[in-house]
């Protein structure tokens, strides 16, 4: 999938740990029925049998929301915008899509009135992956307030429309992620020469690089000086990209996030016999290394290949900073 937009920033915290910036959502590219599929799938986690309706929009369309709980008078309407590429963009296709769904909601009132019965809608919520402008609110404001003046009869008289995104169903997601059904799926993140520059530099990660260069030698042993500096810093970013998927899965799905770190420590631990009692020339090594444990975590449930690679290299990369795998 193509990624919409840039990722979230990320801070060196003086230790051997980065974090990201904390956004409302994700950045995953959903495609449009992808995402209602994941969205219904999250709903009928949450409420048992019997207590979501989802509502289909093959035939006469959804009416301006597509599933509702009788007992809450909660109705959600999903939506993934497709083809931003900025902020901007992203919070015009969201305000339309309130505006036209909104319309439609109030325009459909007799189809609706026998549809929820004695329902009353009280919250109206559209489900993202993700939303940045906090004008969506305001807009969502003025938007409930002409819902509430034109006072038709299946709304609540309290009546309110919200923001939400997948994070809201992080348990439900997680149980998805558990049988295998979803995967974590973080972008990639992209780092600039210049913030590598600043990690390199900073005085608290002297010794992780003077570990990573003395290897990089090693691992590029007979190779010229322009291949070592570009397998440093390779290494290098691969580490600070992987961290901020990894703290991302620790946010977004616990339970996945245990289990990649209880791999990443057995296979730490590993090292301690193999960089002893290994014969191989140490590229070889490195490879070995890297191969076996992209494949452990592909295996394991509720992570994507791309997440799967992603935090294959910042473990590997961790380890020759910390000194785990070595020579």
């Excluded at 309407?77 to 992203?90: D, F």
């Excluded at 609706?112 to 489900?127: A, R």
């Amino acid at each position: 999938m193509a990624i919409h937009c840039a990722c979230p920033n990320i801070l060196d915290k003086g230790k051997n740990f980065i974090e990201y910036d904390p956004m409302p959502g994700d950045f995953t590219a959903w495609g449009t029925n992808e995402w209602d599929d994941h969205v219904q799938k999250l709903l009928k986690l949450r409420y048992s049998a019997g207590q979501y309706q989802q509502i289909p929009a093959e035939t006469h369309g959804d009416c301006g929301l597509e599933g509702y709980v009788p007992a809450e008078g909660v109705a959600y309407q999903c939506y993934s915008a497709q083809g931003w590429s900025n902020y901007k963009q992203l919070y015009e296709k969201q305000r339309g899509k309130i505006t036209a769904d909104i319309g439609t909601f109030l325009s459909k009132e007799k189809e609706l009135l026998e549809i929820l019965g004695d329902t009353k809608i009280k919250v109206w919520n559209l489900v993202v992956p993700c939303w940045m402008n906090k004008d969506l609110i305001k807009h969502a404001k003025v938007k409930e307030k002409y819902v509430r003046s034109a006072k038709p009869k299946h709304i609540a008289s309290d009546f309110g429309i919200a923001i939400i995104t997948g994070s809201d169903f992080s348990i439900e997601a997680q149980m998805l992620a558990n049988a295998g059904l979803v995967g974590f799926d973080a972008p990639p993140h992209v780092v600039d020469d210049e913030f590598l520059a600043q990690w390199l530099s900073n005085s608290t990660n002297l010794d992780l690089v003077s570990n990573l260069s003395r290897k990089s030698e090693v691992i590029g042993a007979s190779k010229p000086a322009k291949f070592v500096a570009r397998f440093r810093s390779r290494i290098a970013k691969n580490y600070i990209a992987g961290s901020v998927v990894l703290n991302r899965l620790e946010k977004d799905y616990p339970d996945t996030f245990k289990r990649v770190v209880e791999l990443k420590e057995q296979k730490e631990n590993d090292l301690d016999t193999e960089t002893l009692t290994n014969n191989s020339i140490p590229s070889a090594f490195f490879d070995e290394t890297l191969q076996s444990f992209q494949a452990q975590l592909t295996s394991t449930p509720g992570l994507t290949q791309r997440s799967a690679v992603a935090l294959a290299h910042e473990a590997v990369a961790d380890w020759l900073l910390r000194c785990p795998l070595d020579f």
